[in-house]
């Protein structure tokens, strides 16, 4: 069996440093490994309408910047196949069907769906499309015939109710859809960056992002203004390393060479801790030094997708074959799930052998 990867992303804006450490980063790992048969990324603005139903042109305006985004961190369309979801019919078509296998009880029960309703303030007033999203998200996982899908951990119930469907649809109709696995970060500090007002999760509604596409200033300022530590109040206070945000973002993104080249007074991470933990030392030192790494690590990414919004047409046509490459295998599930559940009608001569051989014994 191949192996297959499906994932992806909402398009409500710009992606972030949470979303580099939590997906991004991966995905081109996975890219690169060589070890899966094909790896497909989707523009989920389909299902980013289902809550912003009164807004499309904040999905529609978006749909570029997170394709600019992934270009930049080293996606590669050679390698990998970008689609955007609303132009796969298919997926609405597969979505339908399999919404006969599922109780309204159990998508209510989904404690993502529960989580994002509340999140949303939608517990009075539910839009049938946003309830209706595990499903959805199996029929994206089942056209691609998806053998691994990275989520992070609060994902994991939607890909339990994906398994749950699939193993409806084989037990009625006959062994037609791939059984997928979801794949999780390895650590903890990859499932979910801080936000750098100290928020347990980095999202663009808390305004606590920092954008992959950040300009350095901005980023300067972003990092300038970080939670620390509050009781860290003078140089010589002793601070607490544990849950202060400029020592997360350097757990995940510090480099023995960034002390040489920036702090060469420390040889490494730990010795930092240590002299922040018995104290002299301010929160402004670790703010530069954050803020040089930061700008090293985001400068590249920044200037490649300047670089490809000057060649916008080629990241157009980057979406569209992609997508109709997508479309091809969509529907190739497509037409096993018609003919598993024999409503394939004019796929071939079978439904009219059947009928003749009916009205013939009249």
Known sequence: MEKII?????????????HYV?????????????????????????????????????VRDNVMEVALDYLA???????TTILVQSEVSELTELTFYYMNLVTLSRLQRNPTVKNEISLRGFEKSIPVGFL????SQAADITAFGATCVPVGVDQLPMIEQTREIVHSFNNIYGETLVM?????????????????????????????????SDDEETIKKKVMSMYTDPNHIKVEDPGQVEGNVVFIYLDVFARDEDFAKYLPEYKNLDELKDHYRRGGLGDM??????NNIL????????????????????????????TLDA??????????????MKIDYFENDEFLKEIIAKYQEK
């Not at 995905?27 to 989920?44: P, T």
């Not at 500090?189 to 992959?212: F, H, V, W």
């Not at 295998?329 to 003919?339: D, I, W």
Request: aromatic fraction near 6%; charged fraction near 30%; proline fraction near 6%.
């Open 6 to 18: 499906l994932t992806g992303d909402r398009p409500t804006g710009r992606l972030h440093l949470g």
């Open 22 to 58: 939590g997906s991004l980063k991966n995905r081109v790992a996975l890219q690169e490994s060589g070890e899966f048969d094909k790896i497909y990324i989707m523009i989920a603005d389909a299902q980013a309408l289902t809550d912003n139903f009164d807004n499309p042109s904040k």
């Open 73 to 79: 961190v080293g996606i590669d369309p050679n390698k």
């Open 132 to 135: 209706n999203y595990p499903i």
């Open 180 to 212: 997928p696995e979801a794949k999780i970060p390895d650590s903890e500090l990859e499932q979910r960056l801080p936000g750098t007002d100290g928020k347990a999760k980095m999202s663009k509604s808390l305004g606590n992002c920092i954008y992959l």
């Open 285 to 290: 030192v670790i703010k530069k030094f954050l």
């Open 295 to 322: 700008q090293d690590f985001l400068r590249p990414i920044r200037e490649k997708r300047e670089a490809l919004s000057q060649n916008i047409e080629y990241v157009y046509q980057v979406l569209k074959d992609g």
């Open 327 to 340: 479309r091809k295998q969509a529907s190739k599930t497509l037409n096993r799930v018609k003919k598993a």
